[in-house]
């Protein structure tokens, strides 16, 4: 039987994570298994601190490098800048939807090297962290949150009981 979730990681070049993709990918529909999602498509996008932290800065307002960021289909995040919303216009168009169309859940951008510092200061191994933060990715792309209190125990307890599945 076919997954009925589709889930696509890419890198770019110059990264030698191949091997660690199926982990990735398989993780990734875990996620999603776990909080009821069985069919849609999703992305999972393995870049540089620098085009993580000009995404960071267009789509958040925050000129910085981060370790992910989630580009949902259903929950916008939240803009922290005080220039212009970089999203202002981007989901104002109305499309006619195919009937055979796959759901896009949305897109996960993971920064590689941000992934290999907090690695080493959590003294954990880069897959590990890298799988780490597909889950987080993903549970932001479902809409949950850490900034309140009860919302971070929450995503917290879901992010230690899929990695440990």
């Known amino acids: ?87 202002i216009g981007l989901s104002s168009e109305e499309f006619i939807i195919p009937a055979d169309f796959t759901d896009q859940i949305g897109e996960v951008v993971i920064s590689l090297p941000q992934v290999e510092r907090q690695a080493l200061e959590n003294n954990v191994e880069i897959s590990q962290e890298l799988k780490f933060l597909v889950v987080h990715g993903f549970l932001h792309l479902l809409g949950y949150d850490h900034v309140e209190t009860e919302d971070r125990k929450e995503m917290e307890s879901l992010e230690k009981e899929i990695m440990a599945e």
């Open 1 to 87: 039987m076919e997954d009925a979730i589709v889930l696509n990681c890419h890198c770019d070049d110059g990264f030698d994570i191949q091997t660690l993709i199926p982990s990735l990918v398989e993780i990734g529909k875990q996620t999603l298994n776990r909080c009821h999602i069985y069919t849609g498509e999703a992305s999972i996008f393995i870049t540089d601190d620098e085009n993580i932290k000009n995404l960071n800065e267009k789509y958040r307002g925050l000129d910085e490098v981060t370790d992910v960021l989630s580009f949902s289909n259903q929950h916008e995040g939240e803009y922290y800048g005080s220039e212009e919303d970089g999203r």
